[in-house]
């Protein structure tokens, strides 16, 4: 399975594999049943993809799932970052407190 280059964007990513595999925007689009305008706004990062159409996406390309839902929520925290304009910082004290998060939920 293919696995995404780290500074890729889930759009860039989608476009690449449907450049790679010589198909269109319309075609891959009716495959995983979604409108064609959706996709291309998908690919320019316009728009978010929702987890089913990640789903679609690397059932259709035969890509890892967990790597695209990965690239996606890191497309969120790093457009989260740019849009505060945050500190690098506010990484380091997100996975502390997603550490914390998690045996707090372990707990009860």
């Known amino acids: 399975m293919e696995t995404i ?3 890729e964007s ?3 990513h989608l476009r690449n594999l449907r ?3 010589g198909l269109t925007l319309k075609s891959v689009s009716e495959e995983i049943g979604i409108d064609t305008s959706l996709l291309a706004k998908i690919e320019r990062n316009e728009r978010q993809p929702t987890k089913q159409i990640i ?3 690397a059932e259709f390309f035969k890509v890892d799932k967990q790597s695209l839902l990965n690239d996606f929520l890191s497309d969120q925290i790093a457009y989260k970052i740019l849009d505060e304009d945050a ?3 506010v990484l380091k004290v997100a996975e502390d407190k997603v550490k914390y998060l998690k045996t707090v939920s372990n707990g009860k």
Do not use: A
Request: charged share 40%; hydrophobic share 20%; proline share 0%.
């Open 5 to 7: 280059k780290k500074t």
């Open 10 to 12: 889930f759009g860039e």
């Open 19 to 21: 450049e790679k595999s």
């Open 55 to 57: 789903h679609q996406v």
């Open 87 to 89: 500190d690098l910082n």
